[in-house]
C-alpha cells in the first residue's frame, strides 16, 4: 500500500472506523487508549491508596479514627500533629520545623555512630525519643551489611566471571561428611563446639592434602555459581533456629553484628547472581592489557571493573539496601531488645495489648517506608534502563 | 571449596617465603583463593552448616537446661506428629472419609502422574527418573491432601494455605502483571509515570504493607466500608471467614508483588522487535492474534524464569499473615514459615525445626519440578 492511498482511506473513515481502527501502524486507536488509560488509571488508584491512607492517618486523632473512615483533610476531618509529637517525644505544642529539627538530629546521630571507629564526634544532645532506637538501628544494620554483602558478593562474583575453579567432589564430600560428624558429636556426646569445630577443621585439611589428588571428579564455576544462587531458595525459617543457638553460644545474640552477618548472607546470593552478569558482560581485553602491565588482581578488579560496571553496583547496592532496611525473619529472632529495628518496633506495637493506636502506628509506619520510597524511585531509574534485568533475561 | 584450590598453584611454596615479601604480594600470590573464599566461607557457616544443624533439632526433642541444651534423639518423631499424630489438623488439615469429588480427583492426579512417569521412562535417565519419581511422589501426597480436605469440604492445614499462597496467588499475579506491562508497553502517554507507580509497592517494607492493609480492610472503621454498604454486605467481617480472610492476605500479596511481575514482563515485552508487530498489523493481525502468535513465543522464557523467581519467594511468606490476622481465624491464614515460627515461640524447637525442614523439601521439590520441567523446557525451545 502506498503512502498516498493511505492517507486517502484515512479521510474517508466513518466514526466507528476512527474509534476503534489504529490511525496509522504502530498507534492505538482511541477507543484503546481510552481503554487502556482507564485501566493504568484504576490501577494506580489501586496501588496510592493505602499509601493515601497511611499518611493520612498519621495526622488524624483518636476521633478522626474511631468516628468513622474520612478521607479528605480540611474537608473531613482537621488534621493535626498528634501521632507525630508522640514519636518524638516533644512538648505538646510543637510545630513541623521542630519535628524536622528531630528527624535532622536522628539522622545525625546514626551518621556519628557509624563513624565513630574512624572519627571520634559526640552525638548532639541526645534526646531519646520514642522511634529513635529502631531508627538508628536499622540504617547502622541496613548500611553496614550493605556495604559487606555487596564487597564479598563483587569479589565472588568477578572471580567466579574471570580465575577458572575446579573443586575436587571427592573434597566436598569429606567436608560434608565431617561437618555431619562435628554436629552430631556438639548435639549428642556433648563435646565443646569449639573443640569439635577446630578437630573438624584440621581433620578436613589433613584429608584433602591426602587424598585430595586421587579424586578425579571435579566440578566447574558454573556449578558454584548455581550453588551459590541456589542458597535463595533456602527458607529463612530452616536456618534461624540453629543460628540462634550459635549466637547464643558466642554471645552475639542481640547485638548489631549477629543482624549484619545474618543478613549479608541472606542477599548474598542475589548479589552475586547480578553482578555476575555484569562482570561477565564486560570486554576481557582490557583486563588482560593491564595485566601485561603488571597490574594486580586486586588492581584490575578496583580501578578497572568496579568503575566499568558502576551503574550496575549502584543499582545493586539499592536492592540490597531496601532488601536489608526490609527484613524481618531474621530480626525477629536475634533481636528483642538492644538492637530492635523498624520493623520489630512496628510488629511488637501490632501486638500491644492495649488496642492499636491508628494514628501513631501509621506515623511510624510512614517514617519506615519514606526512606525506601525514595530509594525505590531512584532504583526506578536503573531498572527502566535494563541494568538490573540482564540476569533475568539471561 | 575454596580451599581445595591453592593446592594445585603454581609456584606457590607454602614454607620458606623470603622475608621482604610484602602483604600485597602475598595478596596477589593468593587473590584465586582470597577473591571468593569470604562469600563461600559466609554461606558455609551461616547458611549450609545451620541446614545441616536443623536435622539435629528435627530428630531430637531439645530442652534448655542450666548447662546449655539438652539433645534427645527421637528419630522421626517430630515429622511423625506433624503428618500422621497430634499436629495433623495444624499441618495438613483435617482429614476424614474422602467425598466423591476428593476420591475422583485423587485418581484423576494419581493417574496422570503414572502416565507421565510411564512416558518418561524412555527419555530419562536414571538420575532423571528419581528425580521424577520425587516429583512424584511429592504431587500425589498433595493430591491426597487435597483431596482428602478441600474438595471433601473439610479444612485445610498450613501446608496447602502456604501452596495456596503460592500457586493461586503467583498466578493471579502473573496475569495481573503481565496484562499491565502489556498495556505499558503499547505506545500510550504518561508510561514514565505509570512505571514508577507501579514499581513502589515493590520495594515498601512488607511489614508496613501488611498495617497498611489491615487499615484499608477493616471492618469497622476502614475506608471502604461505604463500598460494602454498598454492595450490601455491610455487616461482612472478611477476617472471621478461613477463606474470605485467606483471599485477602492472596490480594495483600499479590499488591505488593505484581510490581515484580510487571517489571520484568515490560522489559520482556520491549525487548520484542517492533518490526514483527508491525508487519503483523499492517497484514490485518488483530491485537489478540499478535499477542498469542508473535509476542508471546519471544517472551516465554523470560515469563517462566520470573515466575520461577516468585514462586521461591513466596514459599518464604510471613510478614503478611502474622501482622494482619497473626494467622486466624484459627490458623487458617498461617504460613508454614509463621507456623514454625509459633511452635518456636511456645520453645518447642524440635518440631519448629521439623516444620521449618518440611517447608523447605516442598519448596525444593516444587521449584527444582517447574525449573526442570518447565523452564529449562522453554530455554531449550527459545534456543533451538
Redesign the interface.
Known sequence: ?SEASFKFEKANRSLMERLFE?PA????SPA??AV??L??VL??L??????Y??II?SFKDAAA?????F?VPFVDFQPNLDAWRVQFNIEPNCDLPAIARQLGLLLYNTFVFIISPIIALQPMDPQICKIYHAFTNSIVVSIISTVVCVT??A??A???AR?Q????FG??MI??GL??LV??AT??ARVPWWLSTAVGLAL??FL??AF??HFKHTLGNGD?LFW?IS?????????????Y??FQ?VGLLDTHLALI??Y??AN?PIV?WLMHDFFASLPIELEESAQLDGA???AI?WDIVLPLTRPGLAATTLLTL?LN??E??FA??LAFANVQT??IM??AK??GEKGIF?WE??AI?VI??VP??L???L??RF??R?VL?GA??G | MSRADDIDQPGSSPAGNSLEESWGEWFDRHSRTLFIAPAVTLILIFAIFPTFYSIVFALSRVRFTADGLQFRFVWFQNFYKQLFGNDQVHFLGKIETMGVFGTLFFAAVTAAVFWWLYRSLRIATWVGMIGRLISAAVAIFVAWIMGATLLSGNPIGTLLTTLFYVTIGCGLQFVIGTGLAFLCSQPISGKSFFRVVFFIPLMITPLGVGFAMRMVADSSKGPLLPLFGFLGIGDWIWSADAWSARFVMMICDSWQWIPFIFICMLAALENVPRDYVEAAQVDGASSAQIFRDIIWPQIIPVAVTVLLIRMIEAFKIVDLPNIMTGGGPGTSTESMTLHSMYIWRSNDMGTSAAVAYLLLILTVVVCASFFNYVVLGQLRKARA
Do not use: C, E
Open positions: 500500500m489504529p501502524v504502530g498507534k492505538m484503546a487508549n487502556a488509560h485501566l493504568l490501577w494506580s489501586f496501588v496510592l491508596f493505602p499509601i491512607w497511611v492517618t479514627v474511631n468516628l468513622g473512615p478521607y564479598i558478593g569479589m565472588a568477578y572471580a567466579l580465575i575453579y575446579k573443586p575436587k573434597n566436598i567436608f560434608v561437618t555431619l554436629i552430631a548435639s549428642y578436613f585439611f584433602a592434602r585430595g589428588k558454584i551459590i542458597q535463595r531458595i533456602l527458607p529463612p525459617i530452616v536456618v534461624i533456629i540453629p543460628v543457638i550459635m553460644s552477618i545474618m549479608a548472607v548474598l552475586v594486580t588482581r586486586f578488579f531496601i532496611w526490609n524481618y525473619l525477629v529472632f523498624m520493623p512496628v510488629a501490632n501486638a491508628w502506628m501509621s509506619i519506615m517506608i525506601v520510597i530509594m525505590a524511585i532504583l526506578q531498572i527502566a535494563g534485568l533475568v533475561k
